[in-house]
């Protein structure tokens, strides 16, 4: 089993990251996680006044950044746009647009 990040750590490692959303002030809002292994895939909303993104963050997310890649392109009228990957220490972070 994958450790589980709090919120608050997911947002100083997001906050590390050259993914982080300028200008601040932004927090992330826990998305509900009901995997067996809850910490293998996290994901958060990236707020401030409005949505900004969709964080997903995890141990090993290349099969799934490459599949929401491969899902944008087929389909860009339903599928949310990749804005940026990385990754930072034992995780990928993986940021896409928001949609309401």
């Not at 220490?89 to 949609?99: N, S």
């Amino acid at each position: 089993m994958t450790p589980v990040l709090a919120t608050a750590e997911a947002e100083a490692l997001l906050r590390t990251s050259p993914l982080a959303p300028r200008p601040e002030p932004w927090s992330l809002q826990a998305v509900p996680n009901h995997r067996l292994d809850p910490g293998a895939r996290q994901q958060f909303h990236v707020i401030s006044e409005v949505p900004r993104g969709f964080l997903t963050l995890g141990p090993d997310l290349g099969e799934y950044i490459t599949r929401a890649r491969l899902l944008a392109v087929a389909y860009p009228g339903l599928a949310t746009a990749v804005t940026g990957q990385a990754r930072q220490g034992d995780r990928d972070l993986l940021m896409q647009e928001h949609v309401a």
